[in-house]
């Protein structure tokens, strides 16, 4: 995977740490820069490790469905992009804002709850022979910055930027699985 995917799939997959974070910042009073990095590197080091769990698993299964690989890869991608794209358009009333908690373990929950889609991309990987500690990295890297900038970022922007991050997310996500299937067909022909 080069440079570029890898950071473009680094930030797609920060997406929804990302819209979190705005409505953890647009519930936190006054959220402190040293809040928005604490939560932020809470987001980046949980995003970085599913990814790594998922991979694997996915190397588990590697051997028994390498045929297919590229075919999988694509599905699980595009599902993911398309699901990430159909709730950015979702016509549900947000929430009213609550008193927000600052506790780790409100925060970790949350975390693990945005990440199940980067362990979904760490299985594709797998199946792709990627080097995941890199993209690992770059993933926690990126979901850090995205929190910690979503957090600060929350209370005066609110809902609207986090369904148009989740967008963008998902066309990305598409977009990586598409480039995956084309690549796997232009080594074909």
């Not at 519930?27 to 490790?49: C, Q, S, V």
């Not at 990126?142 to 970022?153: Q, R």
Request: charged share 10%; proline share 4%.
């Amino acid at each position: 995977m080069t440079f570029a995917a890898t950071m473009l799939l680094a930030f797609a997959m920060s997406t929804d740490a990302f819209a979190a974070s705005i409505g953890k910042g647009a519930t936190l009073h006054k959220p402190r820069f040293a809040d928005a990095i604490r939560i932020g590197a809470l987001f980046g080091i949980i995003e970085a490790t599913t990814p790594v769990i998922g991979w694997m698993l996915g190397m588990l299964a590697a051997s028994y469905i390498s045929a297919w690989d590229h075919w999988i890869a694509f599905a699980m991608l595009s599902c993911l992009g398309a699901a990430m794209i159909w709730r950015s358009f979702s016509q549900e009333e947000p929430e009213p804002p609550r008193p927000a908690s600052k506790s780790v373990r409100t925060l970790a929950l949350t975390a693990v709850a945005t990440s199940i889609d980067a362990m979904a991309v760490g299985i594709s990987l797998a199946f792709l022979d990627v080097s995941i500690i890199p993209t690992a990295l770059a993933i926690g890297a990126a979901t850090m910055l995205m929190t910690t900038i979503g957090v600060m970022l929350g209370r005066a922007l609110g809902a609207l930027v986090g369904r148009r991050a989740e967008l963008l997310g998902g066309l990305i996500l598409v977009g990586i699985g598409i480039g995956i299937l084309y690549s796997h067909m232009q080594s074909v022909a």
